[in-house]
T-cell receptor, first 115, second 113 residues
């Protein structure tokens, strides 16, 4: 079964610093991977998706993620953090076979941005 | 597009009462998903429908939970009787088809006292 693991439940950065949120996946087939963001008291918003095209995926708000098959990773980055980036971020993988269409989420990483 | 619409946004009820959560998916989407989010268990898929038909309800915690999708534009998640451990945020999401991007509603925050 497909799964994702997010390393670090909390990440804290200074405004203007690099943001790196880590996600590793487990999948028997090439996965479809997603990053979602959740602001306080809101639903989940899609940041970006990987669907086996380009390995470097650009998303909204200046975020991007790189699919690395050799490392089974799909880490999320942003060169310069902004205060408005403070939120919880979820990595997710789409199921295949009998689980086709089901999203499995990581535990989430809370990003704090300090002035 | 209005996005996925959920109602109510907040629900406070007493243990033993029936609770009904409602969802209107994005027009033209034929897959609908119900999730539950708690601090302890994170985001869990409860059930999902494809073309109004339940495909997988293995995430439904117990018989107190039921979900219906009578037509392509409406779904309900019912809890009867409700218990304090059902307190959580319940999200509905929809996608154009299985395997495509899922778009989430704002959620219903349920508190059972």
């Amino acid at each position: 079964a497909q799964s994702v693991t997010q390393l670090g439940s909390h990440v804290s950065v200074s405004e203007g610093a690099l943001v790196l949120l880590r996600c590793n996946y487990s999948s028997s087939v090439p996965p479809y991977l997603f990053w979602y963001v959740q602001y306080p008291n809101q639903g989940l918003q899609l940041l970006l998706k990987y669907t086996s095209a380009a390995t470097l995926v650009k998303g909204i708000n200046g975020f991007e993620a790189e699919f690395k098959k050799s490392e089974t990773s799909f880490h999320l980055t942003k060169p310069s953090a902004h205060m408005s980036d403070a939120a919880e971020y979820f990595c997710a993988v789409i199921g295949v076979g009998t689980s086709y269409g089901k999203l499995t989420f990581g535990q989430g990483t809370i990003l704090t941005v300090h002035p | 597009d209005a996005g996925v619409i959920q109602s109510p946004r907040h629900e406070v009820t007493e243990m033993g009462q029936e609770v009904t959560l409602r969802c209107k998916p994005i027009s033209g989407h034929n897959s609908l998903f119900w999730y539950r989010q708690t601090m302890m268990r994170g985001l869990e898929l409860l059930i999902y429908f494809n073309n109004n038909v339940p495909i997988d309800d293995s995430g439904m915690p117990e018989d107190r939970f039921s979900a219906k999708m009578p037509n392509a534009s409406f779904s309900t998640l019912k809890i009867q009787p409700s218990e304090p451990r059902d307190s959580a945020v319940y999200f509905c999401a929809s996608s154009q088809e299985r395997g495509r991007v899922q778009y989430f509603g704002p959620g219903t925050r349920l508190t059972v006292t």
